[in-house]
């Protein structure tokens, strides 16, 4: 693609394995089902995907290259074109998109996938290993910890109420998600053979804040922010948003970053408050949105991604039924 003539990528098929409350299926077996899944309902071959990027996490699984496992459940020979983010998959779904705007003619077809089995242990210890390890872990504190004084903030700034800030978090669940994306004539084709419409990435950014809460106003998310205006969300209504909240206080905090108002439907698939499955909720927030592209439901809307202690790291995706000047 030229410079004159930048691709357009959208998501083209969502599927998603998800088990709340945790299931004996190992990591393989649920990135099988959710992409085998996926190429059925795009009508692919794995031979004609030209990419493919993970994220996974190698602490819930206690083990290192965990995702060399669950590459296995592919089929990875003959040799294919991978990579893999130690991140929740939306950023691998970030770089699949990176790759797909800089790919010659013809190799427009990536897969985008994570996965994780967070009940296998206790998921606020697990997220408590990667804190600053001189300052932060040897107070004790853990992920609930830290995500009750970012509520406290909240509430002492008015952003939300003192029910919000007690509700419970997002109940941890094991499974996996795959999305594909893929640029013309593969979207048309794909998006026209499911009787759907082509969901198209016109705006794809993420910013990272300080790592310490120390270091941060807590009461705003500033990185959530940078991360929608530079994807342009402001650029048009937002029918559907879909958010990474963890906490009803979160969703609160996400919602003034990313400027959503009342005529905005945050979350209408439930959310990580239904079912969170760590390493692929991300990923599900910008399939479910895509979904309600694809279905008509919207015209345009919003998916967000975090990582990290109190929303340290955030991406913004805007997804459009028209892919109007191009990607952003």
């Known amino acids: 693609m030229s410079a004159a003539n930048p691709a357009h990528v959208a998501v083209v098929a969502y599927a998603a394995d998800v088990h709340p409350g945790g299931t004996a299926a190992a990591e393989p077996a649920?990135?099988?089902?959710?992409?085998?899944?996926?190429?059925?309902?795009?009508?692919?071959?794995?031979?004609?995907?030209?990419?493919?990027?993970?994220?996974?996490?190698d602490y819930l699984a206690g083990a290192p290259f965990s995702f060399?496992?669950?590459?296995?459940?592919?089929?990875?020979?003959?040799?294919i074109s991978e990579s893999h983010v130690e991140m929740d998959a939306a950023w691998a779904l970030y770089e699949a998109w990176l790759h797909l705007l800089g790919a010659e003619e013809g190799s427009g077809i990536a897969l985008a996938y994570g996965?994780?089995?967070?009940?296998?242990?206790?998921?606020?210890?697990?997220?408590?290993r990667t804190l600053?390890?001189?300052?932060?872990?040897?107070?004790?504190?853990?992920?609930?910890?830290?995500?009750a004084l970012q509520a406290r903030a909240a509430v002492d700034a008015g952003v939300c109420t003192e029910e919000a800030a007690g509700a419970a978090g997002a109940p941890p669940a094991d499974g996996a998600a795959a999305v594909l994306l893929a640029t013309e004539p593969a979207a048309s084709r794909?998006?026209?053979?499911?009787?759907?419409?082509?969901?198209?990435?016109?705006?794809?950014?993420?910013?990272?804040?300080?790592h310490s809460p120390a270091c941060r106003?807590?009461?705003?998310?500033?990185?959530?922010?940078?991360?929608?205006?530079?994807?342009?969300?402001?650029?048009?209504?937002v029918h559907v948003a879909e958010l990474h909240a963890r906490h009803l206080?979160?969703?609160?905090?996400?919602?003034?970053?990313?400027?959503?108002?009342?005529?905005?439907?945050?979350?209408?698939?439930?959310?990580?408050?239904?079912?969170?499955?760590?390493?692929?909720?991300?990923?599900?927030?910008?399939?479910e949105a895509a979904r309600?592209?694809?279905?008509?439901?919207?015209?345009?809307?919003?998916?967000?991604?975090?990582?990290?202690?109190?929303?340290?790291?955030?991406?913004?995706?805007?997804?459009?039924?028209?892919p109007e000047g191009g990607p952003r």
Not at 196 to 210: K, N, Q, S, Y
């Open 217 to 237: 106003d807590l009461a705003r998310c500033a990185s959530a922010e940078q991360a929608a205006a530079a994807a342009g969300v402001d650029k048009g209504p």
């Open 68 to 79: 060399v496992g669950a590459l296995d459940s592919l089929g990875a020979w003959p040799p």
């Open 292 to 322: 309600r592209v694809a279905d008509g439901t919207a015209d345009r809307a919003a998916a967000h991604a975090a990582q990290g202690p109190c929303l340290q790291h955030n991406l913004v995706a805007v997804l459009e039924a028209a």
């Open 115 to 128: 996965f994780g089995k967070p009940t296998q242990g206790s998921l606020p210890d697990i997220l408590a």
């Open 30 to 57: 649920l990135v099988h089902r959710a992409v085998t899944a996926v190429l059925g309902q795009a009508g692919i071959d794995r031979s004609d995907i030209g990419f493919t990027c993970s994220g996974s996490f």
């Open 132 to 147: 600053d390890p001189y300052y932060l872990a040897p107070l004790g504190v853990d992920a609930d910890d830290l995500a």
């Open 190 to 210: 794909i998006a026209r053979a499911r009787g759907v419409r082509p969901a198209w990435i016109t705006g794809l950014e993420h910013r990272i804040d300080m």
């Open 249 to 287: 206080h979160e969703e609160a905090l996400l919602r003034a970053a990313l400027g959503l108002g009342p005529e905005t439907e945050v979350n209408p698939s439930g959310g990580p408050l239904a079912a969170d499955p760590v390493m692929a909720t991300g990923l599900v927030r910008i399939g």
